[in-house]
C-alpha cells in the first residue's frame, strides 16, 4: 500500500511538473520586451515599476521583458526628472520607447566621489563587469554597479551620509550608510561574488 502512495504522489507530481512547464510557455507567450532609445542613454529602466535595467550598455540599446498589456515605462537618472509613460506591449513583440528627459539643476560643490570596490588592486577595469544591478541613494536610483566599480568611475555627490541601498545579482544586498566628505574617494568594498 505504501508503495501505491508513493508511485501515486510521483505520478501527481509528474503532473503538476508538466502543468507548471505548461503554464510558464503561457506565461511565456503572454510577455513582449521594451527597447529604449534617448537622452541620457544610461538611465535606469523601471517596468512597472521594477528596476530592468539601464537603457543602453556600450552604445547599444538593451531590452528587457515586460508582461504583454499597458505597461508603465520610467527613467531615472539622479541629474535629470524621471520620465514616464505608458506604452502598449505585444506578446513575443519589441516596443521601442523614445525619451528624452529634462535635466536637473547641476550640484553645486565642494563634491566627494563614492564608488563601489571589490578588493582589487587599483584599476580602470570593473571587476563587476556586467553587473547591472541598481545602486540607490537615500531611495534614490542613482546608477549601477558596473558603472561605479573602477577607480576612474563612481558619483559625485555633496559631503553628508547617506543611506546606500544596492541590488546586484553577482554581490548580493547591500544596506549601510557611507559619509561622503569633500575633496576625497569613499570606497565601499564589495563582498565576494556569489
Do not use: C, W
Amino acid at each position: 500500500m505504501l508503495h501505491g502512495l508513493r508511485f501515486t504522489a510521483i505520478r501527481l507530481g509528474g503532473y503538476a511538473f508538466a502543468s507548471l512547464l505548461l503554464m510558464g510557455a503561457a506565461e511565456a507567450q503572454d510577455m513582449g520586451y521594451v527597447k529604449a532609445y534617448g537622452a541620457p542613454s544610461d538611465a535606469g529602466v523601471f517596468i512597472n515599476g521594477q528596476y530592468a535595467g539601464p537603457a543602453h550598455r556600450f552604445t547599444l540599446s538593451e531590452k528587457y521583458q515586460a508582461p504583454a498589456g499597458e505597461v508603465e515605462v520610467t527613467f531615472k537618472d539622479p541629474r535629470y526628472d524621471d520620465y514616464t509613460v505608458k506604452v502598449n506591449v505585444q506578446a513575443k513583440k519589441t516596443t521601442k520607447v523614445k525619451y528624452t528627459m529634462k535635466m536637473l539643476e547641476p550640484a553645486k560643490p565642494p563634491f566627494g566621489r563614492l564608488r563601489l570596490g571589490g578588493g582589487e588592486a587599483e584599476s580602470f577595469i570593473s571587476v563587476a563587469a556586467g553587473d547591472v544591478g541598481a545602486v540607490y541613494l537615500n531611495n534614490r536610483f542613482y546608477g549601477y554597479v558596473d558603472e561605479l566599480n573602477n577607480a576612474g568611475g563612481g558619483l559625485l555627490l555633496n559631503p553628508g551620509t547617506y543611506d546606500l541601498h544596492v541590488v546586484s545579482p553577482k554581490f548580493g544586498d547591500i544596506n549601510q550608510k557611507v559619509t561622503i566628505e569633500a575633496n576625497k574617494v569613499t570606497v565601499i568594498p564589495l563582498p565576494a561574488a556569489r
